[in-house]
């Protein structure tokens, strides 16, 4: 997702001469590559924002990510709450972020919405901006570093208990007084 950003940014984002080029150039094909990467980064971040289940199914999205950092411990120590409450703002400023993604997800680009179909809306939905996108993109990374300094302070605490020589002293004593 964020390297299909990247590539849309490089050949729409750099200004109007780069637009007049690729018009100029081959406007029916980049009007579709524009097309096709805005809907794909749309329904990606659509798809990310999506509740963790529907029905009987789990779905592989932020809130179901959420859901199983929070069952890794049942009873967290106050360290790891901080974190799960700080992942958990970073997921209400993606759901934040990503409205109006979402809303033309289930309007327009997964479903056909009769009113939108027959231009009966009231108000048009809105076309995507930069600054929209790059937020969403923005809020899933800070979840994901988040989530990522998590598993560090957990994995760090881990190699630090198996590293720490006290809980290994009885233990190499009791195989010592074992072996003769």
């Keep these: 997702m964020h ?3 990247k ?9 109007k001469k780069r637009l007049d080029l690729l018009a100029q150039e081959a406007s029916n094909f980049f009007s579709i590559v524009q097309q096709a990467l805005l809907m794909d980064i749309q329904l990606t971040l659509s798809k990310l924002g999506d509740p963790g289940r529907s029905g009987k199914f789990e779905n592989m999205t932020l809130e179901k990510l959420m859901e199983e950092i929070k069952d890794l411990d049942p009873h967290p120590v106050p360290e790891a709450l901080k974190f799960h409450k700080k992942l958990e703002a970073c997921l209400a400023d993606f759901a934040d972020k990503s409205t109006k993604v979402r809303e033309r997800r289930n309007k327009y680009l997964a479903h056909l919405d009769y009113d939108v179909a027959l231009d009966l809306r009231p108000e048009p939905l809105e076309t995507p901006t930069r600054t929209e996108i790059e937020e969403a993109l923005n809020s899933v990374d800070a979840f994901n570093v988040g989530r990522r300094t998590l598993f560090q302070r ?4 881990i190699q630090e208990y198996r590293n720490d020589s006290w809980w290994r ?7 010592a007084s074992n072996a003769l």
Aim: glycine share 14%; with cysteine.
């Design 3 to 5: 390297g299909q950003w």
């Design 7 to 15: 590539v849309h940014e490089q050949l729409f984002g750099k200004g």
């Design 154 to 157: 957990i994995e760090d605490s």
């Design 169 to 175: 002293r009885p233990c190499m004593d009791a195989q």
